[in-house]
Protein backbone atom coordinates (compact mmCIF):
# COMPACT_ATOMS: atom_id res chain seq x y z
CA UNK A 1 0.00 0.00 0.00
CA UNK A 2 1.17 3.27 -0.72
CA UNK A 3 1.94 6.28 1.94
CA UNK A 4 -1.51 8.02 0.77
CA UNK A 5 -3.07 5.08 1.45
CA UNK A 6 -1.57 4.53 5.25
CA UNK A 7 -2.42 8.89 5.86
CA UNK A 8 -5.86 8.27 5.34
CA UNK A 9 -5.61 4.52 8.33
CA UNK A 10 -3.97 6.88 9.99
CA UNK A 11 -6.37 10.14 9.40
CA UNK A 12 -9.22 7.45 10.15
CA UNK A 13 -8.05 6.16 13.20
CA UNK A 14 -7.17 8.89 14.63
CA UNK A 15 -10.52 10.95 14.72
CA UNK A 16 -12.25 7.64 15.60
CA UNK A 17 -10.06 7.46 18.60
CA UNK A 18 -10.18 11.13 19.38
CA UNK A 19 -14.51 11.11 18.94
CA UNK A 20 -14.95 8.06 20.48
CA UNK A 21 -12.23 6.87 22.56
CA UNK A 22 -10.90 10.33 24.09
CA UNK A 23 -14.66 11.30 23.77
CA UNK A 24 -13.61 14.97 23.03
CA UNK A 25 -15.75 16.84 20.23
CA UNK A 26 -15.66 15.67 16.33
CA UNK A 27 -14.24 19.25 15.29
CA UNK A 28 -11.41 19.18 17.59
CA UNK A 29 -11.04 15.44 16.03
CA UNK A 30 -11.27 16.37 12.62
CA UNK A 31 -7.95 19.45 13.41
CA UNK A 32 -6.24 16.36 14.94
CA UNK A 33 -6.34 14.61 12.21
CA UNK A 34 -5.78 17.17 9.41
CA UNK A 35 -2.45 17.73 11.47
CA UNK A 36 -1.66 13.80 11.80
CA UNK A 37 -2.66 13.63 7.95
CA UNK A 38 0.04 16.72 6.84
CA UNK A 39 2.70 15.01 9.00
CA UNK A 40 2.40 12.40 5.99
CA UNK A 41 3.98 14.63 4.08
CA UNK A 42 7.52 14.99 6.00
CA UNK A 43 9.49 18.41 4.89
CA UNK A 44 6.72 19.06 3.32
CA UNK A 45 4.53 19.91 6.12
CA UNK A 46 3.62 23.29 6.24
CA UNK A 47 3.26 23.05 2.50
CA UNK A 48 0.36 20.42 2.67
CA UNK A 49 -1.04 22.70 5.58
CA UNK A 50 -1.27 25.69 2.86
CA UNK A 51 -2.90 23.05 0.36
CA UNK A 52 -5.44 22.16 2.82
CA UNK A 53 -6.70 25.05 4.08
CA UNK A 54 -6.43 26.93 1.07
CA UNK A 55 -8.82 24.38 -0.40
CA UNK A 56 -11.36 24.42 2.52
CA UNK A 57 -11.60 28.34 3.07
CA UNK A 58 -12.16 28.48 -1.29
CA UNK A 59 -15.40 26.75 -0.94
CA UNK A 60 -19.07 28.04 -1.12
CA UNK A 61 -19.93 25.03 1.04
CA UNK A 62 -18.88 25.81 3.88
CA UNK A 63 -21.15 28.98 4.20
CA UNK A 64 -24.04 26.61 2.58
CA UNK A 65 -23.65 23.98 5.91
CA UNK A 66 -23.14 26.91 8.77
CA UNK A 67 -26.13 28.34 6.77
CA UNK A 68 -28.46 25.27 7.40
CA UNK A 69 -27.67 24.64 10.45
CA UNK A 70 -29.02 28.21 11.47
CA UNK A 71 -31.90 27.65 9.35
CA UNK A 72 -32.97 24.33 11.54
CA UNK A 73 -32.41 26.34 14.44
CA UNK A 74 -34.49 28.69 13.57
CA UNK A 75 -36.97 26.58 12.30
CA UNK A 76 -37.43 24.77 15.81
CA UNK A 77 -37.50 27.75 17.61
CA UNK A 78 -39.76 29.79 16.02
CA UNK A 79 -42.61 26.77 15.81
CA UNK A 80 -42.75 26.47 11.91
CA UNK A 81 -41.75 22.65 12.35
CA UNK A 82 -44.96 22.13 14.99
CA UNK A 83 -47.08 23.68 12.57
CA UNK A 84 -46.39 21.40 9.57
CA UNK A 85 -46.91 18.25 11.97
CA UNK A 86 -50.15 19.57 13.04
CA UNK A 87 -51.04 19.60 9.52
CA UNK A 88 -49.30 16.34 8.70
CA UNK A 89 -51.31 14.60 12.47
CA UNK A 90 -54.61 15.91 10.80
CA UNK A 91 -53.89 13.96 7.42
CA UNK A 92 -52.03 10.37 9.14
CA UNK A 93 -53.28 10.82 12.84
CA UNK A 94 -55.75 8.53 12.24
CA UNK A 95 -54.31 6.13 10.87
CA UNK A 96 -53.26 2.62 13.05
CA UNK A 97 -50.23 4.33 14.41
CA UNK A 98 -50.33 6.97 12.94
CA UNK A 99 -47.77 8.98 15.18
CA UNK A 100 -45.28 7.01 13.80
CA UNK A 101 -45.97 8.14 10.12
CA UNK A 102 -46.16 11.32 11.28
CA UNK A 103 -42.92 10.97 12.75
CA UNK A 104 -41.35 9.65 9.83
CA UNK A 105 -42.60 12.26 6.96
CA UNK A 106 -42.17 14.93 9.55
CA UNK A 107 -38.63 14.08 9.84
CA UNK A 108 -38.17 14.01 6.16
CA UNK A 109 -39.97 17.77 5.51
CA UNK A 110 -37.40 18.90 8.48
CA UNK A 111 -34.32 16.93 6.62
CA UNK A 112 -35.22 18.88 3.33
CA UNK A 113 -34.26 21.90 5.43
CA UNK A 114 -32.40 21.53 8.02
CA UNK A 115 -29.74 18.50 7.23
CA UNK A 116 -28.10 17.67 10.97
CA UNK A 117 -28.97 14.14 11.83
CA UNK A 118 -29.14 15.24 16.08
CA UNK A 119 -30.91 18.21 15.01
CA UNK A 120 -33.54 16.13 13.14
CA UNK A 121 -34.01 13.84 16.07
CA UNK A 122 -34.36 16.37 19.12
CA UNK A 123 -36.15 18.48 16.92
CA UNK A 124 -38.98 15.79 15.67
CA UNK A 125 -38.29 13.52 19.08
CA UNK A 126 -39.45 16.72 21.17
CA UNK A 127 -42.75 16.06 19.33
CA UNK A 128 -43.26 12.62 18.79
CA UNK A 129 -42.32 10.72 21.35
CA UNK A 130 -44.52 11.94 24.10
CA UNK A 131 -47.72 11.80 20.86
CA UNK A 132 -46.21 7.88 20.24
CA UNK A 133 -45.87 6.97 23.90
CA UNK A 134 -49.64 8.44 24.37
CA UNK A 135 -50.51 6.54 21.90
CA UNK A 136 -49.15 3.49 23.18
CA UNK A 137 -45.88 2.86 20.98
CA UNK A 138 -43.38 1.29 23.53
CA UNK A 139 -40.82 4.01 24.45
CA UNK A 140 -37.65 2.21 23.28
CA UNK A 141 -39.77 1.82 19.56
CA UNK A 142 -40.68 5.22 19.53
CA UNK A 143 -37.21 5.80 20.08
CA UNK A 144 -35.85 3.62 17.62
CA UNK A 145 -38.10 5.26 14.51
CA UNK A 146 -37.16 8.73 15.82
CA UNK A 147 -33.16 7.78 16.15
CA UNK A 148 -33.80 5.93 12.99
CA UNK A 149 -35.15 8.35 10.84
CA UNK A 150 -32.66 11.06 10.98
CA UNK A 151 -30.53 9.79 8.54
CA UNK A 152 -33.48 12.22 6.72
CA UNK A 153 -31.52 14.61 7.40
CA UNK A 154 -28.80 13.92 5.34
CA UNK A 155 -29.95 11.68 2.42
CA UNK A 156 -31.88 14.50 1.06
CA UNK A 157 -30.36 17.23 -0.70
CA UNK A 158 -29.31 19.76 0.08
CA UNK A 159 -27.60 18.12 2.71
CA UNK A 160 -23.82 19.78 4.35
CA UNK A 161 -22.56 15.68 3.36
CA UNK A 162 -24.04 16.46 -0.40
CA UNK A 163 -21.99 19.81 -0.68
CA UNK A 164 -19.18 18.02 0.83
CA UNK A 165 -18.67 15.38 -1.92
CA UNK A 166 -19.45 17.57 -4.83
CA UNK A 167 -16.77 20.17 -3.90
CA UNK A 168 -13.59 17.02 -3.54
CA UNK A 169 -11.59 16.98 -6.13
CA UNK A 170 -12.29 13.67 -7.33
CA UNK A 171 -16.07 14.32 -7.50
CA UNK A 172 -16.22 17.69 -8.67
CA UNK A 173 -14.86 16.82 -12.59
CA UNK A 174 -17.58 13.69 -13.21
CA UNK A 175 -20.82 14.69 -11.09
CA UNK A 176 -23.42 17.76 -12.47
CA UNK A 177 -25.21 19.24 -9.16
CA UNK A 178 -28.14 19.34 -11.01
CA UNK A 179 -28.12 15.76 -12.14
CA UNK A 180 -27.02 14.65 -8.68
CA UNK A 181 -29.59 16.96 -6.88
CA UNK A 182 -32.50 15.23 -9.16
CA UNK A 183 -30.81 11.45 -8.66
CA UNK A 184 -30.65 11.99 -4.69
CA UNK A 185 -33.90 13.18 -4.27
CA UNK A 186 -35.27 9.86 -6.01
CA UNK A 187 -32.82 8.15 -4.21
CA UNK A 188 -34.06 9.69 -0.80
CA UNK A 189 -37.26 8.74 -1.85
CA UNK A 190 -36.69 4.96 -1.97
CA UNK A 191 -34.95 5.60 2.04
CA UNK A 192 -38.26 7.51 2.95
CA UNK A 193 -40.38 4.74 1.55
CA UNK A 194 -38.40 2.24 3.69
CA UNK A 195 -38.83 4.25 6.65
CA UNK A 196 -42.92 4.18 6.50
CA UNK A 197 -42.58 0.52 5.92
CA UNK A 198 -41.01 0.01 9.26
CA UNK A 199 -43.62 1.81 10.68
CA UNK A 200 -46.09 -0.31 9.08
CA UNK A 201 -44.39 -3.63 10.05
CA UNK A 202 -43.88 -2.02 13.53
CA UNK A 203 -47.64 -1.12 13.78
CA UNK A 204 -48.81 -4.33 13.56
CA UNK A 205 -46.07 -6.12 15.40
CA UNK A 206 -46.27 -4.31 18.31
CA UNK A 207 -50.46 -3.87 17.85
CA UNK A 208 -50.26 -0.18 18.02
CA UNK A 209 -53.84 1.43 17.51
CA UNK A 210 -55.03 5.00 16.39
CA UNK A 211 -54.25 7.91 18.04
CA UNK A 212 -57.18 9.15 20.58
CA UNK A 213 -59.52 11.42 18.42
CA UNK A 214 -59.52 14.33 21.05
CA UNK A 215 -55.48 14.54 20.14
CA UNK A 216 -55.90 15.17 16.37
CA UNK A 217 -57.10 18.53 14.97
CA UNK A 218 -59.57 19.02 11.96
CA UNK A 219 -57.72 18.94 8.89
CA UNK A 220 -60.01 22.49 7.98
CA UNK A 221 -58.63 24.12 11.13
CA UNK A 222 -54.89 22.55 10.95
CA UNK A 223 -54.44 23.45 7.66
CA UNK A 224 -56.06 27.18 7.85
CA UNK A 225 -53.67 28.14 11.31
CA UNK A 226 -50.61 26.57 9.93
CA UNK A 227 -50.24 26.64 5.58
CA UNK A 228 -47.80 29.37 5.72
CA UNK A 229 -45.20 26.84 6.96
CA UNK A 230 -45.41 25.26 3.88
CA UNK A 231 -44.20 27.97 2.12
CA UNK A 232 -40.49 27.50 3.60
CA UNK A 233 -40.06 24.65 0.85
CA UNK A 234 -39.81 27.61 -1.66
CA UNK A 235 -36.49 28.56 -0.74
CA UNK A 236 -35.84 25.10 -2.47
CA UNK A 237 -38.30 24.82 -4.72
CA UNK A 238 -37.03 28.13 -6.43
CA UNK A 239 -33.97 28.01 -7.29
CA UNK A 240 -34.48 24.48 -8.71
CA UNK A 241 -37.28 26.00 -11.02
CA UNK A 242 -34.93 29.23 -11.81
CA UNK A 243 -32.28 26.68 -12.83
CA UNK A 244 -33.27 23.47 -13.52
CA UNK A 245 -35.37 21.49 -16.00
CA UNK A 246 -37.71 23.25 -18.88
CA UNK A 247 -38.18 26.38 -16.79
CA UNK A 248 -34.41 26.65 -16.10
CA UNK A 249 -34.01 26.12 -20.08
CA UNK A 250 -36.50 28.82 -20.36
CA UNK A 251 -34.88 31.96 -17.91
CA UNK A 252 -31.30 30.72 -19.66
CA UNK A 253 -32.82 32.05 -22.69
CA UNK A 254 -34.24 35.27 -20.88
CA UNK A 255 -31.25 36.43 -19.09
CA UNK A 256 -28.35 34.75 -21.04
CA UNK A 257 -25.83 31.71 -20.35
CA UNK A 258 -23.66 33.81 -18.16
CA UNK A 259 -26.04 35.38 -15.94
CA UNK A 260 -27.37 31.31 -15.48
CA UNK A 261 -23.66 30.42 -14.36
CA UNK A 262 -23.41 33.12 -12.06
CA UNK A 263 -26.68 32.08 -10.00
CA UNK A 264 -25.12 29.19 -7.50
CA UNK A 265 -27.89 26.59 -5.71
CA UNK A 266 -25.08 26.70 -3.42
CA UNK A 267 -25.77 30.11 -2.28
CA UNK A 268 -29.25 30.88 -3.38
CA UNK A 269 -30.93 27.99 -1.37
CA UNK A 270 -30.13 28.71 2.19
CA UNK A 271 -29.95 32.66 1.81
CA UNK A 272 -34.04 31.62 0.53
CA UNK A 273 -34.98 29.55 2.96
CA UNK A 274 -32.98 31.90 5.60
CA UNK A 275 -35.70 34.67 4.20
CA UNK A 276 -38.91 32.33 4.20
CA UNK A 277 -37.97 30.87 8.17
CA UNK A 278 -37.42 34.84 8.82
CA UNK A 279 -40.42 35.98 8.11
CA UNK A 280 -42.63 32.89 9.06
CA UNK A 281 -41.48 32.29 12.06
CA UNK A 282 -41.49 36.68 12.38
CA UNK A 283 -43.41 36.57 15.83
CA UNK A 284 -41.72 34.25 17.87
CA UNK A 285 -38.15 35.99 17.07
CA UNK A 286 -36.21 37.96 19.80
CA UNK A 287 -37.15 41.62 19.71
CA UNK A 288 -33.74 43.85 21.19
CA UNK A 289 -30.58 43.21 21.09
CA UNK A 290 -30.11 41.16 23.94
CA UNK A 291 -32.12 38.99 23.16
CA UNK A 292 -30.96 38.29 19.76
CA UNK A 293 -27.79 37.61 21.31
CA UNK A 294 -28.81 35.16 23.57
CA UNK A 295 -30.87 33.54 20.70
CA UNK A 296 -27.95 33.56 18.23
CA UNK A 297 -25.60 32.43 21.10
CA UNK A 298 -27.56 29.13 21.60
CA UNK A 299 -26.36 27.94 18.42
CA UNK A 300 -22.96 28.54 19.29
CA UNK A 301 -22.61 24.89 20.29
CA UNK A 302 -23.40 23.92 17.07
CA UNK A 303 -20.77 25.65 14.68
CA UNK A 304 -18.37 25.02 16.93
CA UNK A 305 -18.20 21.31 15.68
CA UNK A 306 -19.85 21.95 12.50
CA UNK A 307 -17.41 24.73 11.56
CA UNK A 308 -14.06 23.22 12.64
CA UNK A 309 -15.69 19.82 10.83
CA UNK A 310 -16.59 21.06 7.76
CA UNK A 311 -13.22 23.25 7.48
CA UNK A 312 -10.80 20.71 8.42
CA UNK A 313 -12.64 18.05 6.78
CA UNK A 314 -12.33 19.46 3.14
CA UNK A 315 -8.67 20.38 4.15
CA UNK A 316 -8.01 16.95 5.58
CA UNK A 317 -9.55 15.61 2.18
CA UNK A 318 -7.37 17.95 -0.42
CA UNK A 319 -4.35 16.76 1.80
CA UNK A 320 -5.01 12.75 1.02
CA UNK A 321 -5.35 14.44 -2.51
CA UNK A 322 -2.21 15.64 -2.90
CA UNK A 323 -0.65 12.85 -1.34
CA UNK A 324 -1.77 10.76 -4.28
CA UNK A 325 -4.87 8.61 -1.95
CA UNK A 326 -7.45 8.31 -5.09
CA UNK A 327 -4.89 6.35 -7.34
CA UNK A 328 -3.54 4.73 -4.76
CA UNK A 329 -6.41 3.21 -3.35
CA UNK A 330 -8.01 2.58 -6.16
CA UNK A 331 -5.33 0.39 -7.16
CA UNK A 332 -6.04 -1.28 -4.03
CA UNK A 333 -9.96 -1.99 -4.17
CA UNK A 334 -9.47 -2.15 -8.28
CA UNK A 335 -6.65 -5.19 -7.69
CA UNK A 336 -9.95 -6.80 -6.33
CA UNK A 337 -11.27 -6.62 -9.75
CA UNK A 338 -14.94 -6.78 -8.63
CA UNK A 339 -17.50 -6.01 -10.68
CA UNK A 340 -19.67 -3.23 -10.07
CA UNK A 341 -22.49 -4.62 -8.34
CA UNK A 342 -19.61 -6.61 -5.96
CA UNK A 343 -17.90 -3.12 -5.22
CA UNK A 344 -21.18 -1.24 -4.64
CA UNK A 345 -21.74 -3.88 -1.71
CA UNK A 346 -18.16 -3.41 -0.76
CA UNK A 347 -17.94 0.45 -0.85
CA UNK A 348 -22.00 0.33 0.85
CA UNK A 349 -20.18 -1.23 3.75
CA UNK A 350 -16.83 0.45 3.96
CA UNK A 351 -19.15 4.22 4.35
CA UNK A 352 -21.54 2.37 6.77
CA UNK A 353 -18.36 1.34 8.52
CA UNK A 354 -16.85 4.36 9.09
CA UNK A 355 -19.84 6.31 9.40
CA UNK A 356 -20.90 4.50 13.01
CA UNK A 357 -18.46 6.20 14.81
CA UNK A 358 -18.21 9.79 12.80
CA UNK A 359 -20.85 11.91 11.25
CA UNK A 360 -21.90 11.69 8.19
CA UNK A 361 -20.09 14.80 7.27
CA UNK A 362 -16.62 13.97 8.37
CA UNK A 363 -17.14 10.30 6.98
CA UNK A 364 -18.48 11.81 2.97
CA UNK A 365 -14.88 14.44 3.96
CA UNK A 366 -12.96 11.09 4.94
CA UNK A 367 -13.60 8.63 2.07
CA UNK A 368 -16.59 10.12 0.18
CA UNK A 369 -13.92 10.63 -2.55
CA UNK A 370 -12.20 7.74 -2.17
CA UNK A 371 -15.34 5.75 -2.86
CA UNK A 372 -17.05 7.86 -5.38
CA UNK A 373 -13.07 6.62 -7.56
CA UNK A 374 -13.78 3.65 -6.93
CA UNK A 375 -17.29 2.70 -8.39
CA UNK A 376 -16.17 4.84 -11.07
CA UNK A 377 -12.91 2.63 -12.17
CA UNK A 378 -15.23 -0.17 -11.20
CA UNK A 379 -17.82 0.63 -13.86
CA UNK A 380 -20.43 2.64 -12.10
CA UNK A 381 -22.41 5.81 -12.63
CA UNK A 382 -20.70 8.50 -11.72
CA UNK A 383 -24.21 9.93 -10.64
CA UNK A 384 -24.96 6.58 -9.35
CA UNK A 385 -21.60 6.39 -7.67
CA UNK A 386 -22.45 9.74 -6.07
CA UNK A 387 -25.45 8.44 -4.37
CA UNK A 388 -24.14 5.33 -3.59
CA UNK A 389 -21.74 6.94 -1.03
CA UNK A 390 -24.51 9.75 0.38
CA UNK A 391 -27.20 7.16 1.53
CA UNK A 392 -24.95 4.51 2.76
CA UNK A 393 -23.33 8.02 4.79
CA UNK A 394 -26.86 9.16 6.02
CA UNK A 395 -26.92 5.35 8.26
CA UNK A 396 -24.66 7.64 10.72
CA UNK A 397 -27.46 8.74 12.71
CA UNK A 398 -28.75 5.24 13.38
CA UNK A 399 -25.30 3.13 13.63
CA UNK A 400 -24.53 1.86 17.44
CA UNK A 401 -22.89 2.68 19.51
CA UNK A 402 -21.74 6.58 18.26
CA UNK A 403 -24.46 8.20 16.81
CA UNK A 404 -25.82 11.25 18.92
CA UNK A 405 -28.87 10.85 17.34
CA UNK A 406 -29.37 7.64 19.23
CA UNK A 407 -29.05 9.37 22.75
CA UNK A 408 -30.70 12.22 22.01
CA UNK A 409 -33.88 9.98 21.07
CA UNK A 410 -33.75 7.29 24.09
CA UNK A 411 -33.24 10.66 26.19
CA UNK A 412 -36.07 12.13 25.45
CA UNK A 413 -38.10 8.58 25.18
CA UNK A 414 -36.25 7.93 28.82
CA UNK A 415 -35.10 4.20 27.73
CA UNK A 416 -32.39 2.39 27.96
CA UNK A 417 -30.19 3.55 24.42
CA UNK A 418 -29.05 -0.20 24.48
CA UNK A 419 -32.31 -1.65 23.89
CA UNK A 420 -32.13 0.49 20.65
CA UNK A 421 -29.26 -1.16 19.40
CA UNK A 422 -30.29 -4.22 17.38
CA UNK A 423 -33.06 -3.10 16.30
CA UNK A 424 -31.85 0.30 14.50
CA UNK A 425 -29.12 -2.16 13.07
CA UNK A 426 -31.83 -4.46 11.47
CA UNK A 427 -34.42 -2.46 10.76
CA UNK A 428 -32.40 1.08 9.59
CA UNK A 429 -28.97 0.07 8.96
CA UNK A 430 -28.77 -2.94 6.95
CA UNK A 431 -31.69 -2.13 4.85
CA UNK A 432 -30.40 1.42 3.97
CA UNK A 433 -26.84 -0.23 3.03
CA UNK A 434 -29.17 -2.30 1.24
CA UNK A 435 -30.78 0.42 -0.97
CA UNK A 436 -27.06 2.22 -1.87
CA UNK A 437 -25.75 -1.31 -3.04
CA UNK A 438 -28.89 -1.83 -5.48
CA UNK A 439 -28.61 1.96 -6.42
CA UNK A 440 -24.88 1.08 -7.94
CA UNK A 441 -25.53 -0.90 -10.26
CA UNK A 442 -28.95 0.25 -11.13
CA UNK A 443 -31.00 -2.12 -9.92
CA UNK A 444 -33.22 -0.08 -7.89
CA UNK A 445 -34.20 2.95 -10.56
CA UNK A 446 -32.92 6.58 -9.95
CA UNK A 447 -32.37 9.01 -12.18
CA UNK A 448 -29.38 9.78 -14.00
Known sequence: MGLAVWALIAYIG?????????????GEAMIVGFVVV???????????VSVGLQAAFDQEIVFAALAFTFIGFLLASTGVIDRQVDILNSLLGRLRGGAGYVATVGSALFGAVAHSGSANA????????PWMKRSNWPPHVAATVVAGNAGNGTVIPPSASFFILIGTATVAPFVVLDELLLAMFAAAGWCVLWRLIVIFVFVRRHKIGRV?????????RSFRSGWTSLLVFLG???PVLVTLGPSGEAIGGVIGADAMEAISLIVWMPVLLLIFAVVLGWRRLPRGGRAWYAFVAKTAPRYRDIGATLVFAFAGGAVLTELGLADQLSAVLNGLNASPVVMSIIVAVM?????????????IATIGGIGFSVLMVSGVDPILAACVVLVAASTEGASPPGASAI??????????????FVPLVVWYVLPILAIAALIGPGWLPVPH
Do not use: H
Not at 14 to 26: A, E, L, M, N, P
Not at 38 to 45: E, L, T, V, Y
Not at 351 to 363: I, K
Open 14 to 26: VIVVWSVVVKRGI
Open 38 to 48: CAFGGPQFLEM
Open 122 to 129: ATMGSVAI
Open 212 to 220: DAADILPFG
Open 236 to 238: ILI
Open 351 to 363: VVLVAGPLSSTAT
Open 407 to 420: YIATGIAQVNPVKT
